[in-house]
């Protein structure tokens, strides 16, 4: 089989999302970049199939300038276009998590950034983390919404939906959406205190400076 190295980490990563409830049940989704027979793409999660059940066949390969897929026995996950549209603008992501996790869907719920309370946030890329608008999912206008809410950052959270992040490698993509449900939990926690003193911007590009060698250790 192609890519029987990817398809595993795929389905290995998959689990991960259930056993550290960070995505529950059915929802969340993964891919990583890929080639195959020559084409550009990457491989993603299948649509509606339990992660425990998950076998590689069913992890399905689609192009970058593929709109859908026309093999109807393994549909790919409903959130596709968002994968394939942070591939084709972002030539640094090799992997992406998308994720439902708890604290991260309930920030996202007010659809507003998440402010630098904490210097943890420049592990996104940037002095906030950004909230994309609402739209419904799998369609354009989401794709749209969550490649605005990327520029210049590797993670971002969706209006009443949850957070998407990605990496250089699998690993990589899931420590960082561990990062950001870390950071969502910390950030509504500090709110129930009245609101957090906010870092300031000079402060922030200091850390953003720092952080790039963080990410390398």
């Given amino acids: 089989m192609k890519n029987l190295d990817q ?18 049940l ?16 990457y491989l993603i999660t299948p649509s509606g199939k339990k992660y425990e059940t998950l076998k590689p066949e069913d992890i399905v390969f689609m192009g970058l300038n593929e709109e859908e897929k026309n093999d109807l026995t393994n ?15 972002k030539k640094e992501a090799h992997a992406i998590v998308h994720a439902h996790s708890p ?5 996202s719920s007010h659809g507003k950034s998440i402010p630098p309370f904490h210097y943890m946030i420049a592990l996104a890329g940037g002095e906030d983390i950004k909230c994309a608008e609402y739209a419904t999912f799998g369609t354009k206008e989401l794709s749209q919404n969550v490649i605005k809410a990327l520029e210049n950052r590797s993670a971002c959270l969706m209006s009443n939906h949850g957070q998407v992040a ?34 300031s911007l000079e402060e922030m590009k200091k850390v953003l400076e720092k952080a790039k060698d963080y990410k390398k250790g």
């Fill in 7 to 24: 398809r595993n980490q795929i389905i290995e990563h998959s689990l991960k999302l259930n056993s550290t409830n960070l995505s529950p």
């Fill in 26 to 41: 059915r929802s969340g989704n993964i891919s990583l970049r890929a080639e195959q027979d020559n084409i550009q793409g």
């Fill in 75 to 89: 549909k790919p996950s409903s959130e596709w276009r968002f994968h394939r549209d942070i591939y084709t603008n």
């Fill in 103 to 107: 604290h991260a869907t309930a920030v």
């Fill in 166 to 199: 990605f990496g250089k490698n699998l690993d990589q993509a899931f420590e960082l959406a561990q990062e950001i449900e870390n950071i969502c939990h910390q950030y509504t926690i500090a709110l129930k205190l009245g609101e957090p003193k906010i870092l």
